[in-house]
């Protein structure tokens, strides 16, 4: 998709993926499910701490409704990776 990825780190926490290109940079963060709220806690937290206006977002198997968490979106990972998201 033309980006250049990485693996942030910020602080003890880490940020799956960073994708970097001249349009500009998206953070993504990958869990099988985040159902478990200790586990939504964990995937958000490292995106939280980032105080840029990038997009972010966290990528599941979840089958649930798209969501938002202050500007942090939920999505389905297979729509993602088929481009349909």
Do not use: C, W
């Amino acid at each position: 998709r033309g980006y250049n990825v990485y693996v942030g780190k910020l602080e003890s926490e880490e940020v799956d993926f960073v994708a970097m290109s001249s349009k500009g940079t998206i953070y993504y963060q990958v869990a099988a499910t985040v159902r478990d709220e200790a586990t939504l806690a964990r995937e958000i937290r490292p995106l939280q701490k980032i105080t840029d206006h990038y997009p972010k977002y966290i990528l599941t198997l979840d089958e649930d409704p798209d969501a938002d968490y202050e500007g942090i979106r939920r999505i389905n990972a297979l729509q993602f990776l088929l481009g349909e998201e």
